[in-house]
């Protein structure tokens, strides 16, 4: 669906129930957060009540570093630790801005709310999978979970959950 409307992935083939076949690229030790609704470390970070819609999405970028705890950090810091270049950041914000755009409408036609989702870029593409671990992914009348806060919160069977996310896919 990504490719289709004109944002490259690293994806070049599916091989199998469980395997893909995809391009070599290098990694920005970046992790890019969108958020659509108020939940989760953005709540804990700032003191924000959960479920709020917000008017515009908020862009987040983490660097990838386990010693210093993957820190948010802003573009700035990012061409400082040359960890990416002010055009390359530029180019994955406009990619993730519209990766969004095309998840909400995805997941609206399925009757889920798509509350955020995490990303990570490879050299100018997509390199990540997009699903209900990377998501988190609302019902749009209930505000259900259908994503790993299910695990994280254990409010349900995650694997029930993630079929149940697969049915609607399947459904639509």
Not at 11 to 20: G, P
Request: with cysteine; charged share 35%; aromatic share 8%.
């Amino acid at each position: 669906m990504l490719e289709e409307a004109g944002i490259k992935t690293h994806m070049i083939k599916k091989l199998n129930e469980r395997d893909i076949l995809v391009k070599k690229v290098d990694i920005f030790p970046l992790e890019v957060i969108i958020r659509n609704i108020t939940t989760g470390s953005f709540c804990k970070r700032l003191g924000a009540p959960e479920g709020v819609v917000l008017d515009e999405p908020i862009f987040e970028m983490s660097y990838k570093n386990d010693e210093y705890g993957d820190p948010l950090i802003n573009d700035d810091h990012a061409v400082a630790l040359k960890l990416a270049t002010r055009e390359e950041l530029a180019y994955i914000k406009e990619t993730t801005l519209k990766i969004n755009e095309l998840l909400k409408e995805f997941f609206l036609s399925m009757n889920l709310k798509l509350v955020d989702f995490k990303i990570e870029f490879g050299t100018i593409l997509l390199a990540d999978e997009i699903s209900p671990d990377s998501c988190r992914l609302w019902d749009v009348d209930t505000n259900q979970k259908y994503d790993k806060d299910v695990f994280r919160q254990d409010i349900g069977d995650l694997i029930e959950t993630y079929k149940a996310v697969l049915a609607r896919m399947q459904n639509k």
